[in-house]
């Protein structure tokens, strides 16, 4: 792997934006609990636990999905009863909120060691808890820390039968696969104990996971131009950088690649190609814009999540570093890019740094 960091840049002009857990098994792993579930756990609601309202909910475009992902909540709060595990809940749910700028709790479902469930995004709700996963993905996190222990029993049977019921309900497809959330991102998640003890015993898991491929629509799909002058190569490839900036008199889009809220990623100069987005920049970087204003509203799921999945597969493919760093393009060039919200949601990914 090399150590050089890659900085994806992201920003937006006018109309566009730029993206660019020691204890053994307290309950024995076996298919058959995952299988054939004939009734599902309780599940405390969300009207039960008190949640606040949330601000935007987007149906999962993948359905039934193909990931579990499991969580711990990481910190040394733990419950063993309905009212303080709800407690828990709407704490998590705040911290999302107010600190995150997220528009609900992130997780489609939590566990407290009271062994009940608590609804968070629910079956068909786009999370906000793995990157590359949200949109293929029921999360489910077990409130408390388990680095260094397990959940206890009631707590390891809630999460069983929550699967199987997911299964049975036509909501996770029978051949699913579970990771936990270190797999998805740089983190600690779901604890060391829980991760190799009972996590990756789990029916399903999957030492290599990969989220679906981004649908990129290619430049002779949407009715591309030809462009005045061919684009020159990368002078680093892969790329370290992405970024992009106002419209000027350039020989072609400057942008490496575009995401419409639709889900769609749409190919500009595309792979290995210097862009005309970012004077510093352009030698070095891939330049995603998202299609839209951003200054007061962050891009939908299917934005993000094309996104997500674009830089994850320009990692896959060698065309972004694996240690590359994300900006927002304010932080390099005096402009408002990528507006407001955008820029908070994005200083809560993987890999932004608050020193380009």
Known sequence: MRSSS????LSTLCAFVLLLEYAVLAIPIDNTNF???TECPRIVSRKE???RERRCYEIMPVRPVPYVVVHHGGTDTYCYDQESCSAIVRAYQNFHIDDHNWCDIGYSFLIGEDGNIYEGRGWDGVGAHAPGYNT???GICVIGNFTGRLPNAAALKALNDLIACGVSLGKIKNNYNVIGHRQ???TECPGTSFFHKYVKNLPGWTEHPKPHSPNIISRAQWGARAPKSPALNLKLNPAPYNDHMNRRNWADIGYNFLVGEDGNVYEGRGWDKQGAHSVSYNKKSIGICIIGDYSD???????VQAVT???AHGVQNRKIKNDYKLLGHLQTWATNCPGNSLYTMIKSWPNWSANP
């Open 136 to 138: 293929q993905s029921i």
């Open 309 to 311: 999945n674009l830089i």
């Open 35 to 37: 299988i054939n579930a």
């Open 6 to 9: 890659y900085l994806i840049r």
């Open 49 to 51: 636990w008190k949640a």
């Open 297 to 303: 509203r962050t891009p939908n799921a299917a934005a």
């Open 184 to 186: 998805a991102k740089a």
